[in-house]
């Protein structure tokens, strides 16, 4: 009898499960066909140590854009680094990203990474660790 049951419970499920995926690949296409989107986005893989409970879980997620819309932190000026490579970067510029990570707040360093990330500029390999670190630190202290 119980065997009924859980194959009866599965079956709804996997039922359920068609259904949403459904309305989600209509819903995705007709972005597409608007424009919202350029492609349909592929499934990810999530990190089973993330909790989903902060705004971040490691530094990919960092990267991974909560919102699409960018925001600036009085940081215009580097938009002329755009798809310039994070090893590429010399002192005087990898000074100018330090100018406006450390002038910015620390609840606001994961939006302006995000933001970078957005606008397609690389933050520099010499700074990563320092900003991960400010991040790091607000989530263990938020």
């Known amino acids: 009898m119980w065997y009924i049951v859980v194959f009866s419970g599965l079956l709804l499920l996997g039922i359920i499960a068609a259904i949403a995926g459904y309305f989600r690949h209509k819903k995705l296409q007709g972005m597409l066909e608007r424009g919202e989107i350029s492609e349909i986005p592929e499934p ?16 990919d997620s960092l990267i991974a854009a909560v919102s699409k819309k960018i925001e600036y932190y009085d940081d215009e000026d580097l938009d002329r680094f ?5 090893t ?4 005087a510029q990898i000074n100018e990203f330090r100018e406006v990570l450390y002038t910015l707040r620390e609840v606001e360093v994961a939006g302006w990474l995000r933001s970078l990330q957005l606008r397609q500029i690389n933050l520099p ?6 900003a991960f670190l400010i991040v790091g630190e ?3 202290h938020a």
Not at 44 to 59: K, S, T
Not at 82 to 86: L, R, S, T, Y
Not at 88 to 91: G, I, V
């Open 88 to 91: 590429d970067y010399n002192e």
């Open 44 to 59: 990810q893989v999530v990190d089973g140590e993330c909790c989903g409970q902060h705004e971040i879980c490691e530094r």
């Open 125 to 130: 390999e010499l700074l990563k660790d320092e």
């Open 82 to 86: 755009q798809g310039i490579e994070e």
């Open 138 to 140: 607000r989530r263990l």
